[in-house]
C-alpha cells in the first residue's frame, strides 16, 4: 500500500476563517429561483411561495452568506420593478439568459427568503447597463433608515428598518464578451471607483468588492486586474475572483489535478493586487472574494429559450466531480489569509448543490455534502502543513500530490478538521503527524467514495453517493494514522485538548 505523511503544527497557521468563505450564489437563472427556491403551487410552499424542502436543505448547509442576484443577469438588472406590490410589478424580458421575468420574487422577497435561511446577503449591483445613480438608489432603499425618497418607498412596502446589507459587489464579469454592456478595464474601474465613492457617502460601513477579471484563460488577465486596481485600490475592500472547472477531454487523473490551475490563479491575481500595491506604496492589502466557484458540467436538459423557471445548465454530479469539488473547497481554505469571502455557484438547480423538479421532490447534488462538511466543520484556524507521499505528473503539473489536504483547528470546540481527498486509484496510508501533545480521540471519519464513479443522485435514487462511516483511523497523542479508499473525499474530526 502506498504511504503519505503529512506534518503539521498548532502554531503554524495560515489564518482565521471568515464566516463569509461558507457562501452560496443565487441568481435569476433558469430554474434556480423560479421553481427552484420558489415555486408558490409546489405542495410544499408556504405562504411566501418558498419551497420548504428546499429550506430544509438549505438549512443543513450551514451556510452564512448568498449572493444575489447575479450573475450575468446583473448586467441588465433593473431592481425598481422587482419591488411593490406584485401585481404592479411588470413582466420583462431577461437578456442575459434569454427569460421571461415575471418579477414576482424580487428584492425584498429575496430578502426575507434571505432571513429564513439565516444567511447575510451579498448584494451585486448592475454596472453594465446602469451606474452611479442606480447604484446610489438601491443603497438608499436598502440601508438608509428614512425620510427620504427611496427610503420611504421601502417603509411603503412594509420594511420599516432598513436591510443594512454589509457587502456589495460592484458590478459582475464586465470583461467578458458574454456579458451585457461589457466594459474595458479603464472604463469599468473608473466607473467602480465613482460608484463606490458615491455609494460611501450614504453608508460609510458597507464593504465593496470590484470585478476581478472573469478567468484565467482570457487573454485580458490578469493585466485587467492591475488596471482595475489601480482605479479602485483605495475605494473598495475585495477583488473578485472566478473559477469554473469542465473536465471535457480530461482523463481522471488530469480532472482532479484541474484544482492546482485554480490555485495558480489565486497566486497570480494575489500577486497582481500586491504589484498595484507597491506601486501606490500604500500599507493597505487587498483581499479577494472568490465569489463563484464550481465544478461545471454540460446539461442534461436542453435549455428553451424565452420561458420562466426553464432548467439552465441542470446537472447532476457524480464521484468524479465531487472529488473535484472538494478540491476547489480545500484550495480556499489553504488561502484564508486573503481570500474572505467564497460563494459556490450555484444554489438550486443551476450547476447546482440541490435539485428539484417542478411540482415534485428536491434532493442533494454529491457535491453537496462537502461543502455541508466544511461549513459545519471547516471554520477554525487553517493550519499550514507539508506533505510527503505519492505523486503523479499531467501535461500542466509534474508533481501532483495523491493525496489533496487541509486541516483546520478549532480552539473553540476543541476540534482537529482534516479534509482529504486520495486521487488515485489504489488505497493510500495517511499518517498526520503533531510534534504536540494535542490529539485526544477520534469523533468520526466520514468518507464518501463509489466503485462506479459516473453513479449520480437521482430523483429515483437520490443517495446513491453519501457520506459513510470509515472505520479503522486511529488517534495517538500526536498522530493520526487512516487508510484513504481509491478515489475517495474524506473528513476526520479529532479531539484535541484545547
Not at 489533496?404 to 503527524?433: G, H, S, W, Y
Amino acid at each position: 500500500m502506498e504511504k503519505a505523511r503529512i506534518k503539521i503544527s498548532k502554531d503554524f497557521i495560515i489564518d482565521k476563517t471568515d464566516d463569509r468563505l461558507f457562501g452560496s450564489f443565487v441568481e435569476h437563472m433558469g430554474s434556480v429561483v423560479h421553481n427552484g427556491i420558489f415555486e408558490p403551487d409546489h405542495p410544499t410552499a408556504d405562504n411566501n411561495g418558498f419551497r420548504q424542502d428546499v429550506l430544509k436543505y438549505v438549512d443543513e448547509l450551514n451556510l452564512s452568506v448568498i449572493r444575489y442576484p447575479g450573475g450575468n443577469y446583473t448586467s441588465g438588472y433593473d431592481w425598481k420593478k422587482t419591488i411593490g406590490p406584485v401585481k404592479d410589478r411588470p413582466t420583462t424580458l431577461e437578456l442575459a439568459w434569454r427569460q421571461i421575468e415575471p418579477n414576482t420574487f424580487g428584492l425584498n422577497e429575496f430578502m426575507i427568503w434571505a432571513k429564513r435561511v439565516n444567511v447575510e446577503p451579498i448584494m451585486t449591483i448592475n454596472l453594465g447597463t446602469k451606474g452611479i445613480e442606480d447604484a446610489a438608489e438601491i443603497l438608499e432603499y436598502c440601508n438608509f433608515e428614512k425620510g427620504t425618497y427611496w427610503s420611504d418607498m421601502r417603509i411603503q412596502h412594509g420594511i420599516k428598518k432598513p436591510y443594512n446589507i454589509k457587502t456589495w459587489c460592484l458590478g459582475n464579469e464586465l470583461d467578458g464578451d458574454w456579458q451585457i454592456a461589457k466594459k474595458t478595464a479603464e472604463d469599468y474601474g473608473r466607473l467602480a471607483c465613482e460608484a463606490a465613492k458615491v455609494m460611501r457617502l450614504i453608508d460609510p460601513e458597507i464593504e465593496l468588492v470590484a470585478v476581478g477579471s472573469s478567468a484565467r484563460f482570457l487573454d485580458s488577465f490578469p493585466n485587467w486586474d492591475m488596471i482595475v486596481m489601480m482605479h479602485t485600490y483605495e475605494v473598495v475592500d475585495y477583488l473578485s475572483v472566478h473559477n469554473y472547472i469542465n473536465k471535457k477531454d480530461d482523463d481522471i487523473g488530469t480532472y482532479l489535478a484541474r484544482p492546482i490551475e485554480m490555485e495558480k490563479q489565486i497566486n497570480e491575481v494575489i500577486a497582481a493586487c500586491d504589484y498595484v500595491k507597491g506601486v501606490k506604496k500604500t500599507d493597505k492589502t487587498m483581499y479577494l472574494s472568490f465569489d463563484e466557484f464550481n465544478v461545471h458540467k454540460e446539461p442534461e436538459i436542453d435549455y428553451i429559450p424565452w420561458q420562466t423557471g426553464y432548467p439552465f445548465d441542470w446537472c447532476q454530479y457524480n464521484m468524479e466531480d465531487t472529488l473535484v469539488f472538494g478540491s476547489m473547497l480545500m484550495t480556499i481554505l489553504r488561502h484564508a489569509d486573503r481570500i474572505k469571502i467564497a460563494c459556490q455557484s450555484l444554489l438550486v438547480n443551476t450547476i447546482p448543490l440541490i435539485l428539484t423538479v417542478k411540482g415534485k421532490s428536491a434532493w442533494r447534488n454529491a457535491t453537496y455534502y462537502p461543502l455541508q462538511q466544511v461549513s459545519k466543520f471547516g471554520r477554525g484556524k487553517v493550519l499550514r502543513s507539508s506533505i510527503v507521499g505519492p505523486t503523479y505528473s499531467v501535461d500542466f503539473e509534474e508533481n501532483v500530490q495523491a493525496i489533496d489536504q487541509v486541516v483546520v483547528l478549532n480552539k473553540e470546540e476543541k476540534t482537529l478538521a482534516i479534509f482529504c481527498i486520495n486521487r488515485m486509484n489504489e488505497p493510500i496510508e495517511v499518517v498526520v503527524e503533531t510534534k504536540e501533545t494535542i490529539l485526544k480521540e477520534l469523533i468520526e471519519h466520514q468518507v464518501m467514495t463509489n466503485q462506479d464513479l459516473t453513479i449520480c443522485n437521482t430523483i429515483e435514487r437520490q443517495e446513491a453517493i453519501v457520506p459513510s462511516v470509515q472505520e479503522g483511523t486511529v488517534v495517538t497523542k500526536d498522530e493520526v494514522t487512516m487508510n484513504l479508499q481509491p478515489y475517495s473525499w474524506n473528513m476526520i474530526r479529532i479531539s484535541v485538548t484545547g
